[in-house]
């Protein structure tokens, strides 16, 4: 029931910035736990940053330090602001929310309930 809508990729040089917005509909009663992921060609995907319902961020290392997770609560909206970033960052990047308590593993949300379509960033000289 709850629809998520990535937005905010594109194609930067190395070490430009992007921000990716993670719009969420539904049960205004609801309250999720949002991760970010991505998935290059002929990789598996991978988590990226999650936020807890308490505002707690989590980070995988490969992107800890230029990557930011926040949310407006009143746009019900979540961030994911990304500097200094290199072509291994070119990916399709998607969020995913999960309604009940949830775990995260070296900054990846387990077992997300909703995925977005995704959106692309592509990091090219």
């Known amino acids: 029931q709850v629809q998520l809508q990535e937005s905010g990729g594109g194609s930067v040089q190395p070490g430009g910035s992007l921000r990716l917005s993670c719009a969420a509909s539904g049960p205004a009663s609801g309250r999720y736990w949002v991760g970010w992921f991505r998935q290059a060609p002929g990789k598996e995907r991978e988590g990226v940053a999650t936020?807890?319902?308490?505002?707690?961020?989590f980070y995988a290392e490969s992107v800890e330090g230029r990557f930011t997770v926040s949310q407006d609560n009143a746009k019900n909206t979540v961030y994911l602001q990304m500097d200094f970033l290199t072509p291994k960052d070119t990916a399709m990047y998607y969020c995913?929310?999960?309604?009940?308590?949830?775990?995260?593993?070296?900054?990846?949300?387990?077992?997300?309930?909703?995925w977005g379509h995704g959106t692309q960033v592509t990091v090219s000289s």
């Open positions: 936020i807890d319902t308490r505002g707690n961020t």
């Open positions: 995913a929310a999960r309604s009940a308590a949830g775990s995260v593993i070296r900054g990846r949300l387990v077992a997300p309930d909703y």
